[in-house]
C-alpha cells in the first residue's frame, strides 16, 4: 500500500543529493554532463527534440565546421580522422550520437524546459518542463544554444510580400531556388556560404544586401587555419589586434571595393566583440569578383511587391533569404533570475554563477574567435571542476 504521509525528504534534502540538470543536448549541454560524469556528478540532460545534436541535424546540406577537427573535439572523444579536417555536418551529428553513446550519458529527450526557478527549500533549482514536470536539480548548466530562435528584423511590408520569404534556419540547398532571382539578406558566415551554395546550384540571379561591410579571411592560408590565428591573438589587446589584422588582410584577401565590398573601417577584433565573427571565405570572394554575388545595400523594408534598398533602389526577386542571425531566447527560462544583460545575453558565463543565482551557470552563450566548439569543451571542465567543488563543499557540511 502507498505510503500517505506527507515526505519529509524536502526538509533534509542537500543539493548534493539532487542531480544536476543540464539543458540542451547540443555539444554545449553533452560536453558538461560528460565533464560532470567524470568527477562522479549525476548529470541529467533535458532536450526537448527526439534526439541529441537538434541544431546540427537542421543546419544547411554543405555546411562543415569551419574550425579543425582537431581544435572542435569535445572532452574525452577524438574525433575521427576518417572525418577529415573540415567536418560535414552530418559527420557532426555522427560524432554527437557517439559521444553521448560513449560517454554513457543521461539523456532524457522530448522534454522542454520552459523555466527554472529558485527550489523552495532553498536547496538548488525548481526546473518547469514540459508534461507539467517539476524536476528539482542541485545546480543547472543552461546549453540551449546561441543560435536559439532565428530572429527578422522589423522590416515594413513583410506582411504584403508576395514572393517566397524564409529565414536562413529553413535553408537546405540550393534545388528549390534553380533558375531563380535570390536576394541574401546579411553577410555573416551563413548569408555568405548561402549566396555562393545559391551560384554554385545554378540560381538564374544571386544578390547579398550587405548593411555593414564584413571582415573576410581565408580558412585557412598554406595550411594554416584562421582557427590558429584566432586561438593565438585571443588574449592580446583588441586595439594591437586590429593593427594587426589591417596588413594580413590586404595580404591574404584582394580588395572587393569596385564590387560593393570595401574593407571595413573598423578593427577586425573590435568588431568580433561587438559580436561579429568574420567571414571565412568559401567561395565568396570569387563570385563577387566574378559577378555571381552581387552586391546590394541593406534591406529596410518591403513595399508594392518589391525589396526597398537603404540606398533608394528598390529589386523585385522571387525569394529573399533572410541570414539575419539568431536571438538566445532565454528571456522567459531565466529572465525573471535578473541575470540576462540587455541583449539577453548572460551576465556571466563557463564557471562562474550570477550572483543572483548561485548555482546557475551558462554554456555557449560567447562568440569566440578561437572557435566556439574549442570553447564548450574548455567551459565544461571549468564548470564541472566547479560544480563538483561545490557539491562536496556541500555533502561535508551536510554529513
Ligand atoms: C551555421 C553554423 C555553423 C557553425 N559552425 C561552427 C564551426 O565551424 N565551429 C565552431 O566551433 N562553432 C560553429 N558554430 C557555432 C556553435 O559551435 C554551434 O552553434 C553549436 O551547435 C553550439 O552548441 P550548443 O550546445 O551551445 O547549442 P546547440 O547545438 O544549439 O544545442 C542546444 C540544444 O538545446 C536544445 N534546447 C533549446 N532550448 C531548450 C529548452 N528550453 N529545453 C530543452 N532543450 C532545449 C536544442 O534543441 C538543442 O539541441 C556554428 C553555428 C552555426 C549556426
Known amino acids: 500500500m502507498a505510503d500517505s504521509r506527507p515526505s519529509l525528504a524536502h526538509l533534509t534534502a542537500t543539493p548534493a543529493d539532487r542531480p544536476v540538470y543540464v539543458i540542451g543536448a547540443?555539444?554545449?549541454?553533452?560536453?558538461?554532463?560528460?565533464?560532470?560524469?567524470?568527477?562522479?556528478?549525476?548529470?541529467?540532460?533535458?532536450?526537448?527534440?527526439?534526439?541529441?545534436?537538434?541544431?546540427?541535424?537542421?543546419?544547411?546540406?554543405?555546411?562543415?565546421?569551419?574550425?579543425?577537427?582537431?581544435l572542435s573535439a569535445l572532452p574525452g572523444l577524438p574525433i575521427p580522422r576518417a572525418f577529415?579536417?573540415?567536418?560535414?555536418?552530418?559527420?557532426?551529428?555522427?560524432?554527437?550520437?557517439?559521444?553521448?553513446?560513449?560517454?554513457?550519458?543521461?539523456?532524457?529527450t522530448g522534454v522542454e524546459v520552459f523555466r527554472v526557478e529558485p527550489a523552495p527549500d532553498g536547496a538548488g533549482w525548481l526546473l518547469h518542463a514540459s508534461g507539467g514536470r517539476e524536476l528539482t536539480g542541485s545546480a543547472v548548466v543552461v546549453a540551449t544554444g546561441f543560435n536559439h530562435t532565428p530572429r527578422l528584423p522589423d522590416w515594413s511590408g513583410l506582411e504584403d510580400w508576395d514572393g517566397e520569404f524564409l529565414h536562413a534556419s529553413a535553408y537546405r540547398n540550393a534545388r528549390p531556388f534553380a533558375d531563380r532571382d535570390v536576394l541574401v539578406v546579411g553577410v555573416g558566415n551563413t548569408g555568405a556560404e548561402i549566396a555562393v551554395d545559391l551560384v554554385e546550384g545554378g540560381a538564374a540571379r544571386v544578390r547579398l544586401a550587405v548593411r555593414t561591410v564584413p571582415h573576410i579571411v581565408r580558412r585557412s592560408?598554406?595550411?594554416?587555419?584562421?582557427?590558429?590565428?584566432?586561438?593565438?591573438v585571443r588574449r592580446?589587446?583588441?586595439?594591437?589586434?586590429?593593427?594587426?589584422?589591417?596588413?594580413m588582410a590586404r595580404l591574404s584577401t584582394p580588395d572587393l571595393s569596385e564590387h560593393g565590398l570595401p574593407r571595413p573601417e573598423s578593427g577586425?577584433?573590435?568588431?568580433?566583440?561587438?559580436?561579429?565573427i568574420p567571414v571565412q571565405d568559401v567561395g565568396l570572394i570569387d563570385a563577387v569578383r566574378e559577378?555571381?554575388?552581387?552586391?546590394?545595400?541593406?534591406?529596410?523594408?518591403?513595399?508594392?511587391?518589391?525589396?526597398?534598398l537603404a540606398d533608394g533602389s528598390r529589386v523585385a526577386p522571387d525569394a529573399v533569404i533572410a541570414a539575419t542571425g539568431y536571438s538566445r531566447g532565454l528571456d522567459s527560462l531565466v529572465g525573471h533570475l535578473g541575470v540576462l544583460d540587455g541583449r539577453g545575453r548572460p551576465v556571466v558565463h563557463g564557471a562562474r554563477s550570477p550572483k543572483?543565482?548561485?548555482?546557475?551557470?551558462?554554456?555557449?552563450?560567447?562568440?569566440?574567435?578561437?572557435g566556439m566548439f574549442r570553447e564548450l569543451a574548455?567551459?565544461?571542465?571549468?564548470?564541472?571542476?566547479t560544480i563538483a567543488r561545490r557539491l562536496a563543499r556541500e555533502a561535508t557540511r551536510a554529513g
Request: hydrophobic share 40%; proline share 3%; net charge positive.
Open 26 to 70: 547540443g555539444p554545449g549541454g553533452l560536453a558538461v554532463a560528460h565533464a560532470l560524469r567524470a568527477r562522479g556528478v549525476r548529470a541529467v540532460i533535458l532536450e526537448k527534440a527526439d534526439r541529441v545534436g537538434a541544431s546540427w541535424r537542421r543546419h544547411y546540406d554543405r555546411l562543415k565546421l569551419h574550425t579543425t577537427r582537431r
Open 84 to 108: 577529415g579536417r573540415w567536418v560535414s555536418r552530418d559527420d557532426v551529428v555522427r560524432y554527437l550520437e557517439k559521444y553521448a553513446e560513449h560517454h554513457e550519458l543521461e539523456i532524457v
Open 221 to 232: 592560408t598554406a595550411g594554416w587555419s584562421a582557427q590558429y590565428t584566432g586561438i593565438l
Open 236 to 247: 592580446l589587446p583588441v586595439r594591437l589586434v586590429d593593427r594587426l589584422a589591417r596588413p
Open 268 to 276: 577586425l577584433y573590435s568588431r568580433v566583440r561587438e559580436g561579429a
Open 291 to 308: 559577378g555571381k554575388v552581387e552586391i546590394t545595400a541593406a534591406v529596410e523594408g518591403f513595399e508594392d511587391g518589391k525589396v526597398a
Open 356 to 370: 543572483e543565482a548561485p548555482g546557475l551557470y551558462f554554456t555557449g552563450f560567447t562568440n569566440p574567435i578561437s
Open 378 to 385: 574548455l567551459d565544461a571542465e571549468k564548470i564541472a571542476r
